[in-house]
Nanobody, 115 residues
Framework: QVRLVESGGALVQAGGSLRLSCAAS????????RGWYRQAPGKQRELVAR???????EYGDPAKGRFTISGDNAKLTVYLKMNSLKPEDTGVYYC?????????WGQGTQVTVSS
């Protein structure tokens, strides 16, 4: 059984920073493509960032220039450092590890950015 445990979400003021963490356990077969998605109230879930098999991670437009994704392959972890947070970054952030058909998802961690 695969389990993803996320942490690090919090209430923060605009301009602040947070670091999200995700640790996976269980039968994980693929670590390339693991990353973070978010869902704001009334909106669809969107990509924030993910680690790829290439040299550079993939970032969603809202994350470019402000967020940095990293991870430890051996420990099955993935982290998201978020700087210069904006109120529009508010949402539930989900960790994802790729797997057929829809991947493994964490329970989500709430990030709230106040103006």
């Amino acid at each position: 059984q695969v389990r993803l445990v996320e942490s690090g979400g919090a209430l923060v003021q605009a301009g602040g920073s947070l670091r999200l963490s995700c640790a996976a356990s269980g039968r994980i077969f693929s670590i390339n493509g693991r990353g973070w998605y978010r869902q704001a109230p009334g909106k669809q879930r969107e990509l924030v960032a993910r680690i790829t098999s290439g040299s550079s991670p993939e970032y969603g437009d809202p994350a470019k220039g402000r967020f940095t994704i990293s991870g430890d392959n051996a420990k099955l972890t993935v982290y998201l450092k978020m700087n210069s947070l904006k109120p529009e970054d508010t949402g539930v952030y989900y960790c994802n590890f790729p797997a057929f058909p829809s991947g493994f998802w964490g329970q989500g961690t709430q990030v709230t950015v106040s103006s």
